[in-house]
């Protein structure tokens, strides 16, 4: 136990099922945006260290336990990995708390999510079963899903239980062997994710975990010559040098990029349905959420309440430490803090409410008082980018058309909610919008296990969540057999 009260990691990587310093022995401060102070330490790991765990996966795929184990097994391992991540989930959902700075109710709604994605993919496993083609008399054509190989995983800072379920489970239930590369600004659950890893069974070089920097760590693995694949998910302009990393090394990517992502409210819509929706989709997490959703536009006939409704809710949020009760944590970092701030400074457009940041919130913490702006332009930045933080874009629009035009008319195309009573409304919206998930009269920001997810355009591209995305961590062979 620390003085913080919390059981933190050692600041060591998981390599073949043993903790390990970074070669270099040099380890970083982590911070909590609680109150800025450091109150951990993790590897400061570099390429050597990426190269000996990739080396450590290969020998698990190639010719260790893992590699031969059966589809059924590997499940099993999931399955109780899962359960010891539901064991331990109010340990992990405070660690996680301190670290992301995220309330504690989301913490745990995190880690309920994290064993879900562990128990979907741990029932997926022996479940994907391949095809025989009609091909030409006298032969057999089966066709039939393989692992890639070794799989390279670059995750974020503002889900990061979430995100190893996310991107390794899938990964894991088609048996390709692991190596996981979290952010440096939060990573301590994913540690204690890999030490859940090891007990639950999970043979050496199936789950590696290195802790480090993105332009040390982070590059290496994603330019190493021995991975197979990569999944990534973070910023837009990171995403580009792992896809010129692929490119290179002829291998496969799926890109989660984040989004700036539109609620349409048309007039016949329920409000009080709508509300608590337009609200949390933004506030959940701090605004740090990739899906969401940052855009509310408003046909002209309810502006006006939608309107008050939203000052009335955004007036009385608070920033806050993550208390029981707090629903609007700090964010990740001061340099996030600045960016955000900046947005809000140059937003050009009025303010339709200020939260505030609570009096007793520490000192040196990472707090943004929530705002709504509006009406925005909506070719405006404040409309068009994405901030990562508490703060709505409000739009009006005439019609429908008008209504799909701006929804669809930024860079991103990641999520999407259509408000309306209007059964044929609702598919055609639905049917128009550019991206990759719709929720008509909802919003699912995060959570969904089972639903694929993933964008388009700058939000990036390939499905992760729900059964495709063990499509995307396999390959197709197609074996044909002349049998005469
Ligand atoms: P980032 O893209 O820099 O970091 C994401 C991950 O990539 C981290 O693990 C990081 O270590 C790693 N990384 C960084 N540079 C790398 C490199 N050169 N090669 C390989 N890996 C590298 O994101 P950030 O700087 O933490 O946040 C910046 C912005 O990105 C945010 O403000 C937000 O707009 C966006 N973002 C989106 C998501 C999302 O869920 N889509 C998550 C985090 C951040």
Not at 120 to 132: L, M, P, R
Not at 236 to 256: D, H, R, S
Not at 341 to 363: C, L
């Amino acid at each position: 136990m620390s003085k913080t009260g919390l059981t933190l990691p050692e600041p060591l990587n998981l390599i073949n099922n043993e903790w390990v310093p970074a070669q270099s022995g040099k380890v970083m401060e982590v911070l909590s945006p609680i109150d800025g102070k450091p109150f951990s330490e993790i590897a400061d790991s570099d390429a050597a260290d990426i190269d000996a765990a990739v080396s450590a996966a290969r020998a698990a795929f190639d010719d260790g336990e893992w590699g031969r184990l059966s589809a059924a097994e590997r499940g099993r391992l999931m399955l109780k990995l899962s359960a010891l991540i539901s064991e331990n989930a109010e340990a992990l959902a405070q660690l996680e708390s301190r670290d992301n700075g995220k309330p504690i109710k989301q913490a745990r709604a995190d880690m309920a999510v994290t064993a879900r994605y562990f128990e979907y993919y741990g029932g997926a496993a022996d479940k994907v079963h391949g095809e025989i083609i009609p091909f030409m008399t006298g032969y057999n054509v089966e066709v039939q899903r393989e692992p890639h190989g070794v799989t390279g995983h670059i995750i974020p800072w503002n889900y990061p239980a979430q995100m190893f379920g996310r991107s390794v489970a899938p990964a894991l239930a088609m048996g390709n062997a692991t190596v996981l590369k979290p952010a440096e600004d939060a990573c301590l659950t994913a540690l204690r994710i890999g030490a859940l890893s090891v007990e639950a069974g999970f043979p050496p070089g199936a789950i590696n975990i290195v802790t480090g920097r993105g332009e040390t760590a982070g590059k290496a693995l994603s330019e190493h010559r021995g991975i197979d694949f990569i999944s990534f998910t973070g910023s837009p302009e990171v995403g580009v040098m792992i896809q010129v990393a692929a490119a290179k090394n002829f291998i496969g990517c799926t890109l989660e990029l984040g989004g700036k992502s539109p609620q349409i409210v048309f007039d016949d819509a329920d409000l009080d349905a709508a509300m608590p929706f337009l609200v949390n989709a933004l506030i959940q997490n701090g605004g740090q959420t990739c899906s969401a959703g940052t855009r509310v536009l408003i046909q002209k006939g309810v502006y006006d309440e939608v309107v008050s409704r939203l000052k009335e809710k955004f007036e009385t949020i608070e920033a806050s430490d993550s208390g029981e009760d707090a629903v609007l944590g700090p964010l990740i970092s001061a340099r996030q803090k600045k960016r955000v701030e900046t947005y809000i400074k140059e937003a050009g457009a009025p303010v339709i409410a200020r939260g505030s940041v609570a009096a007793n919130a520490p000192d040196g913490g990472y707090y943004v008082a929530p705002v709504v702006f509006g009406p925005c332009e909506p070719g405006s930045r404040i409309a068009q980018e994405e901030v990562f933080g508490p703060v709505m874009a409000v739009i009006p629009f005439e019609d429908e058309a008008e209504a799909i035009r701006i929804a669809n008319g930024t860079e991103y195309g990641l999520v999407a909610s259509v408000w309306s009573r209007d059964g044929g409304r609702q598919q055609r919206v639905a049917k128009a919008m550019r991206c990759g998930q719709v929720f008509v009269n909802g919003y699912g920001a995060g959570g969904g296990v089972e639903l694929p997810f993933g964008g388009i355009r700058k939000s990036g591209h390939g499905r992760e969540k729900g059964f495709v995305a063990l499509h995307e961590f396999s390959h197709i062979k197609t074996i044909v057999t002349h049998h005469g």
